[in-house]
């Protein structure tokens, strides 16, 4: 089993729809991040979070929103989906203990809005 | 704060030549500098880091990585590659209690 699980892989879905991506750990980590990677962009911070209790906005947070429910889970979710949201969506996740511990990525989500 | 220039989108190249994939980076700290490959329909891997020490980092899948402080560069390396490392690769830095800050990718070809 992977190590971080995103779901579902991929949605298409029509304007104005709310949508939720999840993600679930099994690495026991703390830090949880999500990025979009859009062609030519490469991946941009949307939020992240160091502790179940702790939410930080990232570069491009405005129409998305995250929950933190658990240690091993923090889900994306746009309110009121838009066509430029279409993009490639990564949850990672990386271990307390300073800035020299790499992020562990999973497989991503594919959403396309219509 | 922070950035990564990758100075090359593309970057084609004959299988069993050699590849060199350029990353600069800026910060006003210590960094800490990773290389990231992203495999067609697939999540990141990591390919190698620079956390301290020797300059010279090697990596998986034959691959290393040169820190250069006064150039402020991260440049990828490997000298003769396969089909099999067509791929994105990202360039990226980190620093303090922050998030990875990636570059925009290259995208390398390995051509038969």
């Known amino acids: 089993d992977a190590d971080v699980t995103q779901t579902p892989r991929n949605r298409i879905t029509k304007t104005g729809k709310r949508i939720m991506l999840e993600c679930s750990q099994t690495?026991?980590?703390?830090?949880m991040y999500w990025y979009r990677q859009d062609p030519g962009l490469g991946l941009r911070l949307i939020y992240y979070?160091?502790?179940?209790?702790?939410?930080n906005k990232g570069e491009i947070s405005d129409g998305y929103s995250v929950s933190r429910q658990a240690q091993a889970k923090f889900s994306l979710s746009l309110e009121s989906a838009i066509p430029n949201q279409t993009a490639l969506y990564f949850c990672?996740?990386?271990?307390?203990?300073?800035?020299?511990?790499?992020?562990?990525f999973g497989d991503g989500t594919r959403l396309s809005i219509l | 704060a922070q950035s990564v220039t990758q100075l090359d989108s593309q970057v084609p190249v004959f299988e069993e030549a050699p590849v060199e994939l350029r990353c600069n980076y800026s910060?006003?700290?210590?960094?800490?500098l990773f290389w990231y490959v992203q495999y067609p329909n697939q999540g990141l891997q990591l390919l190698l880091k620079?956390?301290?020490?020797?300059?010279l980092v090697k990596g998986i899948n034959g691959f290393e990585a040169e820190f250069n402080k006064s150039q402020t560069s991260f440049h990828l390396r490997k000298p003769s590659v396969h089909i099999s490392d067509t791929a994105e690769y990202f360039c990226?830095?980190?620093?303090?209690?922050?998030?990875?800050?990636f570059g925009k990718g290259t995208r390398l070809s390995v051509i038969a």
């Open positions: 910060s006003s700290v210590s960094v800490y």
């Open positions: 979070s160091f502790d179940v209790k702790d939410i």
């Open positions: 990226a830095v980190r620093s303090g209690n922050t998030p990875l800050v």
């Open positions: 690495k026991g980590h703390d830090r």
């Open positions: 990672a996740t990386s271990p307390r203990g300073g800035s020299n511990q790499p992020q562990h």
């Open positions: 620079y956390l301290s020490g020797s300059t």
